[in-house]
């Protein structure tokens, strides 16, 4: 909320002061040199900090049920963590999952055609019937569609909003955010509760879809198209997957779908089965993800004291498959995807997500043919 004061300069005040509050009693003068800008320029910028009033900025985030979870916070998600540009500090209403989950971002077309809506929809039910949390931006069209489809399927989904909670936008969608929080899933802004819409907010989102994201699905772009960078950011930025919906060859809306397709960056995508497979591919992203998150636990934890990983003990279907594994292994078998999935009789992306968390806390590993191996026995 301080002008003059982005994320880049708040991690770099952090870095230097370890915290927020112990930069703002610096003096002019260390304050001055932890962000590289003279001294006066530094005393108007503490002098900004000073007259903010934060009674009415909490008071919106209490109503709206907002919580703050800072970038070294246990709760902050792991994919985002390891993204090149996490927020410093994201504000969440609803459950938030600080493990990578097997989740598909669908984005697309504001002005969204029939076709799009349907298909987009049709996709984000058939994926949250099978486990997958669905990720967009909250925007009319696509978006939309996407997060109801999830809802109604009785799956998680996930809206990153690219404005503040007291200004939710569009606002006619303030009770679709609300159902989505109240149904499991979460709404996720990085800017404080009164920052309204603008243009350069929407790409800045964009970004935190992206991570957030194991896979990014495009359903209807334009040749030029908020959605299709989204899908560049997830390929050229973080190294993840893309896929696009086609649409009706002669469709303006589908120009961009169909160049992203024809150009090779991004998948055909016709079916969720299309998108599980990319899902499966994307293991590896989960895995550093949570290997960069243990680094940082580390980092933070005093010697001798557990992990948060290794404190936890496995139940429900982390425990079924963890057991699934090391019998295959004991019987000199392969324990692979396939394998697996005719073991327990699973679909494949409630054995990705199994498999996910065994692999961050490390209690399993891949061999060289990408089979499951236990590191406990």
């Given amino acids: ?39 006066s320029c530094a005393a108007r910028v503490r002098s900004s900090a000073n007259a903010i009033e934060l009674d009415s900025a909490l008071a919106a985030m209490r109503a709206a049920k907002i919580r703050t ?20 500090l994201l504000l969440v209403s609803g459950t938030l999952d600080p493990e990578p989950e097997p989740a598909v971002a669908i984005v697309g077309s504001r002005r ?9 929809g049709a996709l984000a039910v058939a994926l949250a019937e099978r486990g997958v949390t669905v990720v967009s931006g909250g925007a009319r069209g696509i978006d939309a569609e996407a997060h109801r489809g999830a809802l109604r399927a009785g799956g998680r989904t996930i809206a990153v909003l690219a404005t503040g909670c007291a200004h939710p936008y569009p606002a006619e969608h303030a009770d679709l955010f609300a159902t989505i929080a109240e149904a499991g899933g979460c709404t996720i802004s990085e800017q404080p509760p009164f920052v309204m819409a603008r243009p350069d907010l929407f790409p800045r989102r964009n970004r935190i879809i992206a991570a957030l994201s194991l896979v990014t699905i495009v ?13 560049r950011i997830a ?38 089965d299309d998108v599980c497979e990319l899902l499966q591919a994307a293991r590896t992203v989960a895995a550093g993800a949570g290997e960069i998150a243990q680094r940082i636990a580390h980092r933070d934890r005093p010697r001798g004291e557990p992990s948060r990983e290794e404190a936890r003990a496995f139940s429900g279907d982390s425990a079924e498959v963890q057991s699934a594994i090391r019998a295959e292994h004991r019987a000199g078998r392969s324990a692979g995807l396939d394998e697996l999935e005719l073991l327990l009789g699973w679909p494949v992306p ?20 990408g089979a499951f191996v236990p590191r406990r026995l």
């Fill in 1 to 39: 909320m301080v002008d003059g004061i982005g994320h880049a300069r708040l991690r770099a005040l952090r870095t230097a002061f370890s915290s927020a509050c112990a930069a703002l009693k610096a003096d002019d003068a260390a304050f001055a040199e932890a962000l590289g800008i003279t001294r």
């Fill in 69 to 88: 979870v800072l970038e070294d916070s246990p709760e902050y998600p792991q994919l985002l963590l390891a993204s090149h540009d996490p927020p410093a």
């Fill in 112 to 120: 969204a055609t029939a076709y799009g809506r349907v298909h987009a």
């Fill in 219 to 231: 359903v209807e772009a334009a040749s030029r198209s908020g959605a299709l960078l989204t899908a």
């Fill in 235 to 272: 390929v050229d930025d973080l190294g993840r997957e893309a896929g696009c919906v086609p649409g009706p060859i002669d469709s303006v809306t589908s120009a961009g779908c169909h160049r992203a397709i024809r150009e090779g960056w991004a998948q055909l995508v016709t079916s969720a």
């Fill in 350 to 369: 409630r054995i990705i997500r199994a498999t996910l968390e065994l692999e961050v806390a490390g209690a399993i590993a891949r061999d060289a043919e």
